[in-house]
């Protein structure tokens, strides 16, 4: 008999799914679409069964995302770097390569386990850098903010990129300049053409990194402690 037969289930661990299976079929649908019943159905289980593992939507997008930022993460051969400006170069570029390879799902990430902290490593590793180097505790975080910023509005522009070819930006200016006579914004039309400077791309994200590196050596020149 079944449970649908009115035999109450065994108290006990459902056998028929665990939380890599829950993990592996969600990674597989867009964050957009992915309901319990859906997964319930993809897996092949009742909701029930389901909800043994997982206590509602919200903590599953949570767990999932966290288990593909932590997979981006450690696909990276991260070492600790003493140099900071290393060490906030390869936060960036981790971070970065991280939400890009995440995908839809970087916009759910939290971190609820110590498992899920050990994607947080690289940006300890260059708090600590900073701050060794000289800079402040509250200034170190806020560096770390800005970079974790960047990174993700990168990888963000990436994606959109990749979708419509270009820029969402580029193609509201572009629009808009075609309404102005050819001699305006003759520098700003240029600027469009010249597609190094895509926000996103690798060229205009180093640029965006040396501009942070130069801030950070300033405000160890003005602290005395420049290295």
């Given at each position: 008999m079944t449970d649908t037969d009115g035999v109450?289930?065994?108290?006990?661990?459902?056998?028929?799914?665990?939380?890599?299976?829950?993990?592996?079929?969600?990674?597989?649908?867009?964050?957009?679409?992915?309901?319990?019943?859906?997964?319930?159905?993809?897996?092949?289980?009742?909701?029930?069964?389901?909800?043994?593992?997982?206590?509602?939507?919200?903590?599953?997008?949570?767990?999932?995302?966290?288990?593909?930022?932590r997979d981006a993460v450690s696909s990276h051969d991260f070492t600790e770097e003493s140099d900071w400006r290393t060490a906030i170069h390869s936060f960036a570029h981790i971070t970065r390569d991280a939400v890009t390879a995440a995908g839809a799902w970087a916009s759910y990430v939290e971190f609820d386990s110590e498992e899920d902290l050990e994607a947080v490593r690289p940006a300890e590793a260059a708090t600590v850098a900073l701050v060794n180097a000289g800079l402040a505790e509250a200034d170190a975080g806020r560096v770390i903010t800005m970079l974790a910023e960047l990174a993700f509005a990168s990888a963000r522009a990436i994606s959109d990129t990749a979708a419509r070819g270009t820029a969402p930006q580029e193609e509201l200016l572009e629009r808009a300049l075609e309404k102005v006579p050819a001699g305006q914004f003759a520098l700003t039309r240029r600027l469009l053409g010249n597609r190094s400077t895509i926000p996103g791309g690798d060229e205009h994200f180093s640029f965006q990194l040396e501009v942070v590196t130069l801030g950070v050596e300033k405000l160890l020149e003005v602290a005395g402690t420049a290295s």
């Amino acid at each position: 008999m079944t449970d649908t037969d009115g035999v109450k289930p065994r108290r006990g661990r459902p056998r028929l799914v665990d939380r890599e299976k829950i993990i592996r079929a969600a990674r597989l649908r867009d964050p957009a679409t992915l309901t319990m019943q859906a997964l319930a159905e993809d897996i092949g289980v009742d909701r029930k069964t389901l909800h043994y593992h997982v206590e509602n939507r919200t903590s599953l997008m949570r767990m999932v995302a966290a288990d593909a930022f932590r997979d981006a993460v450690s696909s990276h051969d991260f070492t600790e770097e003493s140099d900071w400006r290393t060490a906030i170069h390869s936060f960036a570029h981790i971070t970065r390569d991280a939400v890009t390879a995440a995908g839809a799902w970087a916009s759910y990430v939290e971190f609820d386990s110590e498992e899920d902290l050990e994607a947080v490593r690289p940006a300890e590793a260059a708090t600590v850098a900073l701050v060794n180097a000289g800079l402040a505790e509250a200034d170190a975080g806020r560096v770390i903010t800005m970079l974790a910023e960047l990174a993700f509005a990168s990888a963000r522009a990436i994606s959109d990129t990749a979708a419509r070819g270009t820029a969402p930006q580029e193609e509201l200016l572009e629009r808009a300049l075609e309404k102005v006579p050819a001699g305006q914004f003759a520098l700003t039309r240029r600027l469009l053409g010249n597609r190094s400077t895509i926000p996103g791309g690798d060229e205009h994200f180093s640029f965006q990194l040396e501009v942070v590196t130069l801030g950070v050596e300033k405000l160890l020149e003005v602290a005395g402690t420049a290295s």
